[in-house]
């Protein structure tokens, strides 16, 4: 195994089993790489090369998928991952404006992860809720009809 502590050693068992369940086939990597985000909240290269090996396929092809698909990342994510869809219905109706409260607020920048991994803030370019734009998610959760004076209220929502 690959792994360097007790926690991840179950995770990669994890996965290892899941590719096993998909034969190894390489016809099901991007499944098999949804997982290995499931499971390890990103895809660090490690996590890659290991999927490359199991499937017998070079990394440069893991690699070139993960970083092709916006929805793979390669860096690890905050536990709450707030998207603001930046889609045109969105962006005019001031999702540009609520992105810099969330920035001001947090004191990061889209892309990045407070320090304290709590938050990370991404965009998105279409949620496909066009109807309740300006749209912000959190881990999936959608919130329609948005605007900048929400923004504190949502910290506050996930600030446990």
């Known amino acids: 195994m690959c792994c360097s502590n007790k926690l991840s050693e179950g995770k990669y068992k994890e996965l290892e089993e899941f590719i ?8 099901h990597l991007i499944v098999i790489l949804h997982k290995a985000q499931e499971l390890f909240g990103y895809l660090p290269r490690e996590v890659q090369v290991f999927i490359s090996k199991k499937l017998g396929i070079p990394y ?12 793979f990342s390669t860096t690890a994510k905050g536990k709450y991952v707030i ?14 404006e609520i992105l810099e409260e969330f920035e001001k607020k947090l004191e990061i920048n889209q892309g990045e992860t407070t320090q304290d991994g709590k938050y990370t803030i ?8 066009c109807g309740l734009a300006p749209v912000v998610s959190v881990n999936g959760k959608v919130y ?17």
């Open 20 to 27: 096993k369940l998909h034969n190894n086939n390489e016809a």
């Open 83 to 96: 998207n603001v869809c930046k889609g045109t219905a969105c962006f005019v109706r001031g999702a540009g």
């Open 122 to 129: 991404d965009t998105l370019r279409c949620v496909g809720a």
């Open 144 to 160: 329609g009809h948005f605007n900048k004076k929400d923004v504190d209220k949502l910290i506050q929502e996930y600030s446990e």
């Open 60 to 71: 440069s092809k893991v690699y070139g998928v993960v970083t092709f698909y916006s929805f």
